[in-house]
């Protein structure tokens, strides 16, 4: 949900609220979004992310004619990374917005206004009015995925562009896919017990895959897609380290791994002994139709 800006990981984030955490730094499972944004380890996930992804996501950026004077709304935005790039290719006669259920790692004044907002929840805001409507990393984890795309279609203008990116860990589901000794196993045991956290909290581990139909549904036109896979480097490594870190309580909890599993998978990502890899990230483009 997020260029390779490091600023989360060092100022402008709160502290967590008292009874957020469990011994050792551990928040206790609930029953909302696994992946959320109160810990410490959020803003590392951001870091990688980006690195992984940004990339990936500014060439549509330029693909859809984002450029100066456009107005754009970033959904669910996480860190810093996209904002700032949409607020440098709009430049000072375009608009950024950017909202999140929880904006707490963004700052407004960066060259982009920050709001909370609930997409699946909340209206749109200025329905009608934007060039560009993205989402990465979002939908996955909404349950009412079809209200969420009908409030950013309503929020584009007629020939605006909407650009939704969603993982697919069903089609893809190993951490290695090269499962050639017992690290790498251990490795794909626990990506498969954070797969199994994701359904439990509500995730559609098929969703990448969905997209073109779903925007089609959604009564976009010239849809089209295409998809990004990862395989190995440090940052596949370092994002796999911080998201079982962030997960480590829950995966506790449900009885789904042991302390010693978890932390011999972490020494193994440390001494760089897995090449490690992601679901693969699709991203699906459309048009809302000139009224």
């Known amino acids: ?18 009874g957020t955490t469990g011994p050792g730094g551990e928040s206790p499972p609930d029953h909302g979004y696994l992946l959320d944004n109160a810990r410490a380890e959020a803003g590392e996930r951001f870091v990688w992310l980006a690195e992984l992804f940004d990339g990936v996501t500014r060439g549509h950026f330029d693909r859809l004619g984002v450029g100066a004077g456009s107005r754009c709304w970033e959904v669910g935005a996480g860190g810093p990374g996209i904002p700032e790039a949409l607020a440098a290719a709009v430049g000072p006669t375009g608009r950024v917005l950017v909202t999140d259920i929880d904006p707490s790692w963004l700052r407004t004044g960066d060259g982009y206004e920050v709001r909370r907002h609930d997409v699946a929840a909340d209206p749109p805001p200025e329905p009608g009015t934007f ?46 896919l090269d499962d050639s000794g017992p690290a790498q196993r251990r490795a794909n045991r626990l990506r498969d017990a954070i797969r199994e956290l994701l359904s439990r909290r509500g995730a559609d581990l098929r969703y990448g895959r969905t997209l073109p139909r779903a925007l089609r549904e959604a009564g976009l036109v010239d849809v089209a897609a295409t ?4 395989v190995g480097g440090r940052a596949c490594g370092r994002l796999e380290a911080s998201t079982v870190r962030h997960v480590r309580g829950e995966l506790l909890a449900a009885g789904l791994a042991d302390e010693a599993e978890i932390d011999a998978h972490l020494a193994a990502i440390d001494a760089g002994e897995l090449d490690l890899t992601l679901a693969p990230l699709i991203s699906a483009w459309g048009r809302r139709p000139a009224e």
């Open 1 to 18: 949900m997020t260029s390779s800006s490091r600023t989360p990981l060092v100022d402008g984030r709160p502290e967590p609220t008292d």
């Open 227 to 230: 998809g990004s896979f990862p």
């Open 131 to 176: 060039d560009l409507v993205h989402a990465r990393l979002v939908l996955i984890h909404v349950p009412d995925r079809a209200r969420a795309l009908a409030t950013m279609v309503a929020a584009l203008r007629p020939g605006g562009r909407l650009l939704v990116e969603d993982a697919d860990t069903a089609l893809q589901p190993l951490a290695c």
